[in-house]
């Protein structure tokens, strides 16, 4: 029998949007300004795809406005960097997202710098993973700032708590611990070369899992009360559904882990819909800041 709290990300989410059209309609009332959101897609990524499309209808929905580019798979860098320098130069557009991962033959690094680090909602830019490093006002990467909202609703206050990041990626697991050290928790980074994983986290309050492989975080791994956030997004076989059916577990092992942990996030469900959440109200702070406008004063 499960005995953990489940983190409800999708009614989470609509609370956090909520917040973001109220403040869409005050700077479009009080300012005349319509924020603006435009996406970048290279090439087919299903993973991808799943996200966009839900972003797409949650931006109209906030009262945004939402520019979508979709490229072909062959588009050179230097046409894709043209056009991020056009949307850096579009008044209209205040967050610019270009869908990762690109094709193989397009440096990604090169695409991050080239955004105007304003404009920059995923927070990916060096200069905003510098400012969050050093206790700057950058933009937070969305994932990680889901997570950081779920932890803070479930918990309160985090100090003292030891926590684990498994993954050490640039989007999620680096600025994830980052955020878990500024709200004061003891964190450990986990990777492929961790050596006894499932001891690291036994050890943990909070557990975030953001690895990228089917249900690799086992159950019985997880401490009695622990809060457990599932970042991951795994497609898998589900020939119980029927022929060629599919269905999206996380990175760890959800039916187990919810019999020992106090809260967890499922998937779908959880992490998934706080990021794009997260992704609109970034796009807010962008439009006030480019705006000289505080947020909250709205
Ligand atoms: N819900 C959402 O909104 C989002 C979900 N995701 C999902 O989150 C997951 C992680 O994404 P992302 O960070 O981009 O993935 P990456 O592939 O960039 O990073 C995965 C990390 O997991 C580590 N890792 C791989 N295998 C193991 C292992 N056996 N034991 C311990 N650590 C391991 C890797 O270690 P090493 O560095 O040593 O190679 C790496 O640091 C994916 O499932 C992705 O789909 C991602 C973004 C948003
Ligand atoms: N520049 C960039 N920024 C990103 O933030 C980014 C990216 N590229 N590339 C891809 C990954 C992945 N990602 C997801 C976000 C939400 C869901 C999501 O809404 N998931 C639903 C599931 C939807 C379904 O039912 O399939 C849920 O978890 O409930 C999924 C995946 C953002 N990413």
Redesign the pocket.
Known sequence: MPTAKLIDGKAFSAKVREGVAKDVTALKTNHGITPGLAVVIVGEDP?SQVYVRNKVKQTAETGMNSFHFEMPADTSEDVLLAKVNELNADPAVNGILVQLPLPKHINEAAVIDAINPEKDVDGFHVINSGLLATGGKGMVPC?PLGCLLMLQDTLGDMSGKKAIV????N???KPMAQLLLDANCTVTI?????KD?AGEVAEADIVVA????AE?VKGDWIKEGATVID????RIDAPERGEGKSRLVG?VEFGAAAERAGAITPVPGG??PM?IACLLKNTVTATCRQNNIDPDTL
Do not use: K
Not at 166 to 169: A, F, T
Not at 210 to 213: E, I, K, L, P, Q
Not at 231 to 234: A, E, H, L, R, Y
């Open positions: 993973a994932t498994v993954g050490r990626s989007i999620v697991g986990a990777h492929s070369r961790t994983l953001a690895v990228g492989r690799m970042v991951g997004i795994n990175d992490v998934g990021t």
